[in-house]
């Protein structure tokens, strides 16, 4: 039981480090260091791709603990809201479409991680079944 525990806190830690660096981090050195002639290209590869792909292997990492860290896509979406209406434009619709998508994207994908990890674990019930 500990065991599992510990992989719970492991894994909430890890994501919570990896919002932290993905969704807060990364978009002010883009809004503060890059220059304003290259922050039309930046910005939006930050939010269509290094974004969801964090959200897609974070969900998967987390898939098999998803009783317990049901809430890390929600956090990580309204951590991506808060920190681009504070660092850029405030109160435009886009932004909060993105993170409604981003959540979307997170339970899709732990959702998937989570079915994963019950086959990985029937599959080793058989298996420990046939060689007893």
């Known amino acids: 039981m500990k065991n599992q525990?510990?992989?719970v806190l492991q894994k909430g830690v890890?994501?919570?480090?990896?919002i932290m660096l993905v969704?807060?981090?990364?978009p002010w050195v883009v809004a503060s260091r890059i220059p304003p002639e290259f922050?039309?290209?930046?910005?939006?590869?930050?939010?269509?791709?290094?974004?969801?792909?964090f959200l897609l292997?974070?969900?998967?990492?987390?898939?098999?603990?998803?009783?317990?860290?049901?809430?890390?896509?929600i956090v990580s979406g309204?951590?991506?809201?808060?920190?681009t209406e504070l660092l850029f434009s405030p109160w435009k619709t886009?932004?909060?479409?993105?993170?409604?998508?981003y959540i979307a994207?997170?339970?899709?994908?732990?959702?998937?991680g989570w079915g994963l990890s019950l086959l990985r674990n029937e599959k080793n019930r058989k298996k420990t079944k046939i060689s007893a």
């Open 23 to 26: 969704m807060v981090i990364l």
């Open 39 to 53: 922050k039309s290209f930046f910005i939006p590869f930050l939010f269509k791709y290094i974004n969801p792909v």
């Open 57 to 73: 292997f974070t969900g998967l990492h987390m898939g098999d603990t998803f009783k317990k860290l049901w809430f890390m896509p």
């Open 14 to 18: 890890s994501a919570g480090i990896g």
């Open 105 to 112: 994207i997170g339970y899709a994908t732990m959702l998937v």
């Open 5 to 7: 525990s510990g992989e």
């Open 94 to 101: 886009a932004y909060f479409l993105y993170a409604a998508g």
């Open 78 to 83: 309204v951590v991506f809201w808060l920190t």
